[in-house]
């Protein structure tokens, strides 16, 4: 079985920064990617940024720039650095990735940690 846990959301003015967390734990062979995903109320889920095993990192457009996705050397734990905060950025965002177990690949979410920007 395989957990991923966030942390690190919260209530932020506009401009201002959070650091999100995700680390995974459980029977876990090894992770291929990971990626952070958000939705917002009344709107579908949707890609933030991801990052590969070997550090390849890919950004939405509208948090190019002002976001940076990271993982640590153990590969078990990523980060998500949010500056320049927006309202539009009010979301649950989710956690994601693809581990390999003893039983193949599963891909697995967080249960989600409510980040919200004032203005």
């Known amino acids: 079985q395989v957990q991923l846990v966030e942390s690190g959301g919260g209530l932020v003015q506009a401009g201002g920064s959070l650091r999100l967390s995700c680390a995974a734990s459980?029977?876990?062979?090894?992770?291929?990617?990971m990626g952070w995903y958000r939705q917002a109320p009344g709107k579908q889920r949707e890609l933030v940024a991801t990052v590969t095993s070997g550090g390849i990192t890919n950004y939405a457009s509208s948090v190019k720039g002002r976001f940076t996705i990271s993982r640590d050397n153990a590969k078990t734990t990523m980060h998500l650095e949010m500056n320049s905060l927006k309202p539009e950025d009010t979301a649950v965002y989710f956690c994601?990735?693809?581990?390999?177990?003893?039983?193949?690949?599963?891909?697995?979410w967080g249960q989600g940690t409510q980040v919200t920007v004032s203005s």
């Open positions: 459980g029977s876990i062979s090894s992770i291929n990617g």
């Open positions: 994601n990735a693809a581990v390999r177990t003893m039983l193949g690949l599963i891909n697995s």
